[in-house]
């Protein structure tokens, strides 16, 4: 599985981006997608998590209500829609795909940027 990350860029604080990961090769054996992030000097962490189906979602605590997990399983695209960006938001956005027999992929990564 190959996943490539896009729609990263500078943003004012308050301000949105939609994220979009495009997963290709043996796609129809993925279970979970998720998007993760690694700012400067920390640990990469969750930020949502989406079942295949789309039934199942899951979201750390600091991006509820502000950030939508989606995912178009048709066209192999995850999205992330960021609303209401705030500073501590910054970092680098990784898309992870893990498999029906766990083997898990990640993207390259795109930089999300959100100045004060």
């Known amino acids: 599985v190959q996943l490539v990350e896009s729609g990263g860029g500078l943003v004012q604080a308050g301000g949105s981006l939609r994220l979009s990961c495009a997963a290709s090769?043996?796609?129809?054996?993925?279970?979970?997608m998720g998007w993760y992030r690694q700012a400067p000097g920390k640990q990469r962490e969750l930020v949502a998590i989406?079942?295949?189906?789309?039934?199942?979602?899951n979201y750390r605590d600091s991006v509820k209500g502000r950030f939508t997990i989606s995912r178009d399983v048709s066209k192999n695209l995850l999205y992330l829609q960021m609303n209401n960006l705030k500073p501590e938001d910054t970092a680098v956005y990784y898309c992870?795909?893990?498999?029906?027999?766990?083997?898990?992929?990640w993207g390259q990564g795109t930089q999300v940027t959100v100045s004060s």
């Open positions: 992870r795909s893990d498999l029906i027999l766990g083997q898990i992929y």
């Open positions: 090769g043996s796609t129809f054996s993925i279970n979970v």
């Open positions: 989406i079942t295949t189906d789309g039934g199942i979602t």
